[in-house]
Structures are given as structure tokens and as C-alpha cells.
């Protein structure tokens, strides 16, 4: 009897012990699938920072959508409500790329805290390795409707960025200025000079020259250059020109387009300017779409006869002599000449000259030459004699809009 209580006890004992350790055993397997979810939650998020430009003006929507698969909706709504203090891509370049863990730590039931590092790249690093910086952050993962989401983020804004602004160049001469991010500090300029031509009769002949200037990265070298920042500076009767077709630039069919304008100068971007898709062409693409040239506050007195021409219309007092049955956009800007619909006045002066208003081109004052700034008219003259285009400017100080046009017989 005595035999059987202790053999019975063994077992006891052994079954205790085995459930023991079997109970470990998946409490430790737990705890490490637990943190290779946290690792994975904050590794996934630290890939799509650069996702979100945090200067865009859809950051919040981009955040949203972006983010919303890592951070808990209380951070997110945090974050939304207060972006500068979100973390994402402060400038072009560089970008916060990943995170690194550094350490993991259970701080309570589903709950656990992530020490990790920033790394951030440059188009410079993707071509020839290393990174540019890496910056501490602290977080923590909980457990939130089945889910592991980061419930808090600290480190960001980083150190640097909060002490660091944005870099300008400045052209005192044509009178604008071009904000860059902060890893173009030590940028160099060059100037060359843009050619344009017209045909002649036995090919192209030398039209318009002009100024051009290169904002230059720092990281360029000969052996492995850098995407430079290319701006041309047109006077505003060689930007009329050249939307006219008097001259072309370059033997591609398309004209520079447009970066902003002040009383003296127009500046433009060349056509094609990145097709060698050089290192960092992707970040001059977005410096680009953030509106970087400003205007001097001396240059900033724009004429009218000035924006006339930057939309593409017809110089302010000219005389067009043209066939009957041409058509001609009619471009204003709208801020001089606001009432679209009552903007302009045909008068015949002599003969049967006409003008008729063709919708192909599209709406009233939207036709598609029209922008943001431009309103954009399509008109047809029929007959033969003098019409007079005229056009009353809201701006009492500036000059009212006259075009003479002599319709003549079709050629």
C-alpha cells in the first residue's frame, strides 16, 4: 500500500511538473511571438515615414491613410490634429528611410516598449551606400482591437530639424528668392546661357539669348554629378515671343514652363531638364511641387501688361493684322480682370470684321489654355476692316486692355 501512495505521488508530482514547464514553455512561446508582432508593427511603420511630406498641404490625408494600419486612432487623431508634431518626411532629402530596433520590454499585460533609431537615406546613400543620420525614438505597442498598433511616439520632430530651417537662395539682381531643404546647405550656383532659334532659310537661325542658372547640390562631384536645379530667366517680351512660336528652345517640341514671374523677369524651368535621371532627380522633383521661388518684395509691383503676357495673350495695345477665319486664344489674368463673362468688348471700326466665340476649345473663359491665374478665351474673326478688342481692368491704377485687329482676306 505504502508502494502504491509514493508511486501515485511520483506521478503527481512528475504530471505537475511536466504541466509546469508545458505551461512555460508556451507562456515563453507566447512572449516571443508577442514581441516579433510588436518588432514587426514598429520595423512596418518606420518603412512607410517617407510616405508622408509633412510640408504637403494633404499631409492630414495622407497621414490618414498612411498611417492608419500602425498607429491606434487616438495617436492618429493626435497627430492629424497636430502634424508639426507628427512624424514623417520633413523635407526632399534626406528621408527617414527605416527604424531600427534597439530594444523590446514588456511594461504591462499586452503592452510593451520600443527603443529603436531612424535611419535616414539620400538618393546620394542609395547610390553609394552608408545613410545619412540615424535619431532615437521611444514608443509603445499595445494590443488594440485585435491588433498590435503603436500608442505612443516620441523623438520626433528630430533634434536636428527643430533646430535647422529650410536653406534660401537669394538673387538680388532678378529679384527672387528659392527655398531648399536643409541638406543643400553649402549649395553652389553656375550661370550659363539659354539659346533660342528660329528657322531660317537654310535652318536655324540664333533669335534670343537669355540667363541661365544652376543651383547645384553639395553632394555633386564631376566623377558622380547630382540632379541640378536649372532656372531660366526670360524678359517678359521674350517670354511672348516664345509663346507666340517666334523661337524654340532645345530640339524638343516643348516650351519651358513656368516658375513664377516678378515685375521684371519671368523664370521658367527647361523642358526635359531630368531625362538623364541623375541621383537626386526624384528630390528636385519635389522641392519642385512645393512652390520654392518667391519674389523680392522690390520686384513684387507686377503690371498688368506684365501678367498679360505670362498668360499667353496678345501684348496690351498691339495692332494684329490677320486673315479672315483665324482663330486666337485671348488669355487675362483673372485677378486684373475678374468678371469672366463681361470681360471682353468687340467693336467694328470699319468694314464687316467680326469675331465669334468657338466652344470647342471649352467653356467660356475656360478654354484650355486657361490656368489657375489665366482666364482663356477662343475666338474666331470673319470679314474684312478693323475690330477692336477692349477689356476694363479692376485694378484703377493699371492700364485698360485694347487690341487692334485688321482683318484682311484669307492669303
Known amino acids: 500500500m505504502k508502494k502504491i501512495f509514493i508511486a501515485i505521488s511520483i506521478i503527481i508530482v512528475v504530471g505537475g511538473a ?19 508582432a510588436v518588432k514587426n508593427a514598429v520595423e512596418n511603420f518606420g518603412s512607410v515615414l517617407k510616405n508622408v511630406s509633412l510640408l504637403d498641404p494633404n499631409a492630414i490625408s495622407e497621414m490618414d491613410s498612411t498611417y492608419k494600419n500602425y498607429a491606434a486612432p487616438a495617436l492618429l487623431a493626435q497627430w492629424e490634429n497636430n502634424p508639426s ?4 518626411r520633413l523635407v526632399s532629402s534626406p528621408w527617414p528611410d527605416s527604424i531600427q530596433i534597439t530594444a523590446i520590454q514588456k511594461i504591462g499585460n499586452n503592452s510593451y516598449e ?6 535616414e537615406m539620400s538618393s546620394q546613400n542609395l547610390a553609394t551606400g552608408g545613410n545619412s543620420g540615424e535619431y532615437p525614438i521611444k514608443s509603445t505597442v499595445g494590443y488594440v482591437n485585435n491588433v498590435w498598433l503603436i500608442t505612443s511616439f516620441s523623438g520626433y ?36 546661357a539659354w539659346e533660342g532659334y528660329t528657322s531660317g532659310p537654310t535652318g536655324d537661325i540664333p533669335f534670343a539669348t537669355g540667363t541661365e542658372i544652376l543651383i547645384r547640390n553639395p553632394q ?18 521674350q ?24 515685375s521684371s523677369y519671368i523664370f521658367a524651368l527647361p523642358a526635359r531638364y531630368n531625362y538623364a535621371f541623375l541621383p537626386g532627380y526624384q528630390e528636385v522633383e519635389q522641392i519642385l511641387s512645393n512652390n520654392p521661388l518667391q519674389i523680392l518684395p522690390q520686384f513684387s509691383n ?22 479672315e477665319t483665324t482663330r486666337l486664344f485671348i488669355n487675362l489674368p483673372k485677378n486684373d480682370f475678374p ?9 467694328t471700326v470699319s468694314g464687316n470684321a467680326t469675331s465669334t466665340w468657338i466652344s470647342n476649345a471649352g467653356p467660356y473663359g475656360q478654354a484650355y489654355q486657361a490656368t489657375a491665374n489665366c482666364w482663356s478665351y477662343y475666338y474666331e474673326f470673319d470679314g474684312q476692316g478693323q475690330i477692336d478688342l477692349s477689356a476694363q481692368n479692376a485694378t484703377t491704377s493699371q492700364p485698360n486692355y485694347l487690341v487692334h485687329f485688321i482683318v484682311g482676306p484669307t492669303q
Open 239 to 262: 517670354w511672348d515671343a516664345l509663346l507666340q512660336n517666334q523661337f524654340h528652345i532645345g530640339a524638343a517640341p516643348i516650351n519651358p514652363s513656368l516658375l513664377g514671374y516678378n
Open 114 to 119: 520600443v527603443d529603436g533609431d531612424v535611419i
Open 85 to 88: 508634431q507628427a512624424p514623417g
Open 339 to 347: 468678371d469672366k463673362n463681361n470681360n471682353l468688348q468687340f467693336k
Open 18 to 36: 511536466g504541466a509546469y514547464f508545458w505551461y512555460q514553455h508556451k507562456a515563453v512561446q507566447r512572449e516571443q511571438a508577442n514581441e516579433a
Open 220 to 237: 555633386w562631384t564631376s566623377q558622380n554629378p547630382y540632379q541640378d536645379i536649372p532656372i531660366m530667366i526670360f524678359t517678359p517680351d
Open 302 to 323: 507686377i503690371s498688368s501688361d506684365t501678367k498679360i503676357l505670362v498668360c499667353g495673350g496678345i501684348s496690351n495695345g498691339s495692332t494684329q493684322n490677320i486673315p
Open 157 to 192: 520632430p528630430p533634434p536636428q530639424a527643430q533646430a535647422q530651417g529650410p536653406v534660401d537662395y537669394v538673387d538680388n539682381q532678378y529679384g527672387f528668392s528659392f527655398a531648399l531643404p536643409q541638406d543643400w546647405n553649402g549649395f553652389t550656383t553656375t550661370t550659363s
